[in-house]
């Protein structure tokens, strides 16, 4: 424990490569990570649900459900929605630059926390004390989804 902090201290904050993506292991809190998980769970909860709101408000995050893709698509192709950016900014002071992008991913508000949270997953996890962490479960057939 005293070890893996002195390390962390002399390498310095880890760095996320690649796309901000959560990694498979995602949702566990072993124990010794409880701060970094908890960290992460508040960004999430908070700045990156805010960004992927804003972008389907705008019209560019794809929606869950096909029907309300085929409506918005509808708007923007016979023009009567406009441009939801312009639209957006009418009559408001609103940074441009805040506004959400096409290509944006909404986890990328939350990529310190991310290689915080891996960092110590991937050391932790390992432990004899969270490996059940790790093992899949199984589930009895009669409480399985029918097809």
Same mark, same amino acid.
């Given at each position: 424990?005293?070890?893996?902090?002195?390390?962390?201290?002399?390498?310095?904050?880890?760095?996320?490569?690649?796309?901000?993506?959560?990694?498979?292991?995602?949702?566990?809190? %072993?124990?010794?990570?409880?701060?970094?998980?908890?960290? /992460?769970?508040?960004?999430?909860?908070? #700045? +990156?649900? &805010? !960004? *992927?709101?804003?972008?389907?408000?705008?019209?560019?995050?794809?929606?869950?459900? %096909?029907?309300?893709?085929?409506?918005?698509?509808?708007? /923007?192709?016979?023009?009567?929605?406009? #441009? +939801?950016? &312009? !639209? *957006?900014?009418?009559?408001?002071?609103?940074?441009?630059?805040?506004?959400?992008? %096409?290509?944006?991913?909404?986890?990328?508000?939350?990529?310190?926390?991310?290689?915080?949270?891996?960092?110590?997953?991937?050391?932790?996890?390992?432990?004899?004390?969270?490996?059940?962490?790790?093992?899949?479960?199984?589930?009895?057939?009669?409480?399985?989804?029918?097809?």
């Amino acid at each position: 424990m005293v070890w893996n902090r002195i390390r962390d201290a002399i390498s310095g904050p880890p760095k996320l490569e690649g796309p901000s993506v959560l990694p498979p292991y995602f949702p566990v809190e %072993p124990a010794g990570c409880e701060k970094h998980a908890q960290n /992460l769970f508040q960004c999430i909860a908070k #700045d +990156a649900t &805010e !960004k *992927a709101r804003d972008m389907e408000k705008m019209g560019y995050a794809k929606s869950y459900y %096909p029907e309300v893709e085929t409506e918005r698509l509808k708007k /923007l192709k016979s023009g009567v929605g406009g #441009d +939801a950016a &312009e !639209k *957006a900014l009418q009559g408001k002071d609103v940074d441009a630059s805040k506004l959400p992008k %096409p290509d944006d991913n909404p986890l990328d508000e939350c990529r310190a926390f991310i290689a915080y949270y891996k960092r110590c997953c991937d050391r932790e996890l390992k432990k004899k004390k969270n490996w059940i962490l790790t093992e899949p479960y199984r589930v009895q057939e009669e409480y399985r989804y029918r097809k």
